[in-house]
Nanobody, 123 residues
Framework: VQLQASGGGLVQAGGSTRLSCAAS????????MEWYRQAPGKQRELVATISSSGSTDYADSVKGRFTISRDNAKNTVYLQMNNLKPEDTAVYYC??????????????????WGQGTLVTVSS
């Protein structure tokens, strides 16, 4: 399973942007999908999680400002980011837990990462 992230870029403080991350491959299903971020000089941190049923959870730092959602038909997860702050500047990564099947039927569970997309919030 491959994840392709898009969106981000340069945004002014107080502004909004939306990230997308689409999963592709053969014979797979996606369970939990997540967004992480890594700011310069800091460790990667979990930002938001959404289960296959749509249950969500957020880091305290983004609650009330970010919204994670998913389109299961498109195997895509979104992160709507509002009221952005300079401290939100980071490379954002999507992550998805997948189950796929080899041609002979063997199931393969994997944790997949997107390539990362940079969000820069200017003050």
């Amino acid at each position: 399973v491959q994840l392709q992230a898009s969106g981000g870029g340069l945004v002014q403080a107080g502004g909004s942007t939306r990230l997308s991350c689409a999963a592709s491959g053969r014979r797979f299903t996606i369970n939990t999908m997540e967004w992480y971020r890594q700011a310069p000089g800091k460790q990667r941190e979990l930002v938001a999680t959404i289960s296959s049923s749509g249950s969500t959870d957020y880091a305290d730092s983004v609650k009330g400002r970010f919204t994670i959602s998913r389109d299961n038909a498109k195997n895509t997860v979104y992160l709507q980011m509002n009221n952005l702050k300079p401290e939100d500047t980071a490379v954002y990564y999507c992550n998805a837990d997948s189950l796929s099947w080899k041609d002979e039927g063997t199931p393969v569970a994997a944790r997949n990462w997107g390539q990362g997309t940079l969000v820069t919030v200017s003050s």
